[in-house]
């Protein structure tokens, strides 16, 4: 008989890495989004016409084309650079729009993201780390408040992302700039990059699990169900990110985790309901929220999926199974993985496998790995890995030296 966790359990195998750009549609969020949509098309598409008509017709602007001659006259080494920073300024724009949304509603922002810069709120102030690991590629992460009209608010701040591009637009649109030079070159792909991203995402789709703004603010937003969904989601991620414990977590956000769909905006939900379960010792219940992540884990990121991997065989040490455990932890060695979640999954499939000495060895390379990572991130960390710790220190002895599945399965804690 097939387990409920197929590919958690080795029966099948995990989902390869998507590399196809698939759009998800389903009919009723379609028709939904019909009336909403058809008045974007009705004011922003003419809209867009209007202002490139103007562009090609401005004399201190210059078509697309010949723009795009004149960078490229300076050397494909400086013209490529010029139209990746203007396709970074767009980005940024965008997420500064989200932002501005967010802090008009006074929600708190712990995160600000453009490839490859993050800004993260620690509990000692903002700290820019630069990574291409990152994933989503452009992301504010905020924590909305429960107040009322809660849909119209999330609608704003899904929308605030494609607005802030067309204002940009606009601005540099009009602003006197000499004809024919390289300023006036470099405009001209930042106005028409930021009209294509605005009305890209204010399409109501959702790609490869990726809910475009459009969806948010035409679909999400109209739905009670999924409005529920992602607020349980956000406020589970608030109170992991403030190191609450997670038994203190509100029940009704992990029963709603666990109902929603699995996307790449609202999966650290689904792993804050995981890690809620696993700690409650609930392990169906935990494999239940790994599979669902495995699931969608062809559309995820390297680095997310190699968390997921060593997170799969920290559970199967944790149930006693060392086939399994050793299994997912080979596959999360195939990818890049931090060094303290590496250290952390050798310890507890060590752990598992009955070698006391050397889960402690990888425990404590896990605590100094963890001191290299910033302030709020370790100090979470090695809250509850000094359990993990005290617990090796405790079994480094010859009689408990070799221990059972079962045994150590009941004797290490949680993290």
Not at 109 to 122: D, G, H, N, Y
Not at 168 to 192: D, K, Q, R, Y
Not at 225 to 240: I, P
Request: proline fraction near 5%; charged fraction near 20%; aromatic fraction near 10%.
């Amino acid at each position: 008989m097939r387990s409920a966790t197929p590919i958690l359990d080795l029966e099948t195998k995990p989902p390869a890495s998507q590399n196809d750009f698939r759009v998800n549609v389903s009919l009723k969020g379609l028709l939904k989004a019909v009336p909403a949509a058809l008045g974007v098309i009705v004011v922003v598409i003419p809209a867009i016409i209007f202002l490139l008509v103007g562009i090609l017709e401005a004399d201190s602007f210059m078509p697309v084309e010949h723009a795009l001659d004149t960078i490229f006259q300076c050397g494909v080494f400086i013209a490529l650079p010029l139209i990746v920073f203007a396709m970074f300024l767009v980005a940024v724009v965008h997420e500064a729009g989200h932002a501005a949304v967010a802090r008009f509603y006074k929600w708190p922002i712990f995160e600000f993201r453009v490839l490859p810069f993050s800004l993260q709120k620690q509990s000692d102030g903002w700290k820019l780390r630069v990574s291409w690991r990152l994933s989503l590629a452009g992301l504010v992460v905020a924590n909305p408040s429960t107040s009322a009209q809660f849909h119209s608010k999330i609608r704003m701040y899904a929308l605030g992302g494609p607005l802030m591009n067309l204002v940009a637009a606009i601005f540099i649109l009009f602003m006197p700039v000499p004809a024919g030079s390289m300023l006036a070159a470099f405009s001209i792909v930042f106005v028409t990059w930021s009209f294509v991203m605005s009305f890209v995402n204010l399409l109501p789709l959702h790609i490869r699990d990726l809910e475009l703004d459009g969806y948010v603010a035409l679909v999400v937003s109209r739905n009670p169900q999924r409005l529920s969904q992602r607020l349980a989601g956000l406020k589970m991620r608030s109170h992991v990110f403030h190191g609450k414990p997670l038994n203190e977590m509100n029940r009704r956000w992990v029963a709603l985790a666990e109902s929603g769909r699995v996307s790449l905006q609202n999966r650290l939900g689904t792993w804050a309901a995981y890690a809620y379960w696993l700690q409650q010792r609930q392990f169906d219940r935990a494999a239940l929220m790994l599979e669902r992540m495995l699931q969608k884990s062809g559309h995820f990121d390297e680095g997310f999926r190699a968390s997921l991997f060593a997170e799969c065989a920290v559970f199967g040490a944790l149930r006693g199974q060392k086939p399994v455990a050793q299994t997912w932890k080979n596959r999360a060695s195939e990818f890049f993985l931090p060094e303290c979640l590496r250290r952390r999954c050798n310890t507890f499939v060590a752990w598992a496998e009955g070698d006391a000495e050397t889960a402690y060895q990888e425990a404590i390379l896990a605590k100094d790995a963890a001191l290299k990572l910033d302030d709020n991130t370790h100090r979470r960390f090695l809250l509850e890995w000094s359990l993990v710790i005290e617990a090796l220190e405790n079994a480094r002895t010859p009689k408990t030296g070799e221990m059972t599945p079962s045994e150590a399965t009941a004797s290490i804690p949680n993290t």
